[in-house]
């Protein structure tokens, strides 16, 4: 039987997202930032937040921070606001591609082979031929400036409030966005915010780690935002570091007793939720994929993962080395307990792949 994947699944955060979404209804037209790192669980977060206040707030998420991605904030927006219309939007206007070329093909047809279509036939692929080449090359040359319009629609649409349900307007990962869209947003939020504020008007919350923004939009921001929302104490380390311990004893049938718990350095490095579950992966990846339970130390594997995943500096060090002798100087005590773990030799169980050299680890 294969098995289940290794994974912390779900933290409860069901009281927090209700006090929240109260705090949304009730609070008026305001900014907020939600202050968390990447991966801590923000997404999460604010999916529960959504569930909670279905009826009472319209969620919408503008996701901006896409590297492939270069269609500007005016279209991302429109495609947000108004998803179905959007849809529309995009397959009329490969339709209308399509039409050009096969009205192309079809008077390249008439004068290559000097047929004579019928007058009106004629007439209606020529005129759509015209029409569609025009305005293509009008908005091409800025002369109709489409993300104008749709800019403008965007925001009207999300000053009004949608059956008495005012919107909410999630700009994710915003401390990873670029210095101009940044600038972009600022403009965006001072024309949703031009008139006066209103009961029923857009709440807007800003998602993020401002440890990783730009002084220039950290110093804006600290003027736009009403408030700063820290994450639920449920989704910070201290709450599910020993998750791991349980989830590794459960499923390789060791007690805590046979290998050294890492729940301390997760908490003293604060890890996140997503760090969390990576380190689980290459753990069911490494014990169970390549078949090291029972041949192996448990204890001496998982510090090889978490060294190679949070501190590669000591990991590259251990594994590039050309002699057989390593030393290596830890000042965090917690990691250095962790460590130490390397030190230990038992001669019924093989040594991971690069500790057949000596480590000397002060």
């Known amino acids: 039987m294969e098995d289940s994947e290794w994974k912390i699944k779900y933290i409860d955060t069901s009281i927090m997202a209700n006090s929240l979404a109260k705090l949304l209804e009730k609070g008026g037209e305001k900014t907020y930032f939600l202050q968390g790192r990447w991966g801590s669980g923000k997404t999460q977060y604010l999916e529960n937040v959504a569930k909670v206040a279905k009826k009472e707030l319209n969620f919408i998420y503008l996701t901006l921070w896409k590297p492939k991605d270069e269609e500007g904030l005016a279209r991302k927006l429109f495609s947000a606001v108004h998803p179905k219309v959007d849809k529309v939007v995009t397959i009329t206007g490969y339709v209308f591609v399509a039409l050009t070329i096969l009205c192309s093909l079809g008077l390249a ?20 031929a015209v029409l569609i080449t025009n305005i293509f090359n009008l908005t091409k040359n800025k002369l109709i400036n489409i993300d104008k319009i749709l800019m403008s629609w965007s925001i009207k649409t ?10 909410v307007l999630i700009i994710d990962d915003f401390d990873r966005l670029g210095k101009k869209t940044q600038r972009e947003l600022f403009k965006l939020f001072n024309a949703i915010h031009a008139d006066k504020k209103s009961s029923v008007g857009p709440r807007i919350i800003f998602v993020g780690d401002l440890n990783n923004i730009l002084s220039y939009s950290k110093g804006y921001l600290s003027k736009i935002i009403d408030q700063i929302i820290t994450l639920p104490y449920n989704l910070k380390a201290e709450n599910f570091a020993f998750q791991i311990d349980e989830i590794i004893q459960k499923k390789l049938k060791v007690s805590r007793a046979f290998y050294y718990p890492l729940q301390s350095i997760f908490i003293e490095e604060n890890r996140t939720l997503r760090d969390a579950n990576k380190f689980l992966y290459y753990a069911q990846n490494e014990f169970k994929t390549q078949k090291k339970e029972g041949r192996v130390h448990v204890s001496q594997q998982l510090v090889i993962i978490y060294l190679f995943l949070f501190h590669k500096d ?14 290596i ?17 038992n001669s019924k169980l093989s040594l991971p792949f690069f500790l057949i050299k000596r480590i000397f680890i002060i």
């Open 314 to 327: 000591i990991y590259e060090k251990i594994l590039n080395s050309s002699t057989k002798k390593v030393r």
């Open 329 to 345: 100087i830890i000042k965090n005590k917690t990691l250095l307990n962790c460590c130490n773990v390397l030190l230990y030799k």
């Open 109 to 128: 047809i008439k004068g290559f082979f000097q047929k004579n279509l019928p007058n009106n036939v004629f007439m209606i692929v020529t005129v759509v």
């Open 158 to 167: 999300l000053k009004k409030s949608n059956g008495c349900c005012p919107n």
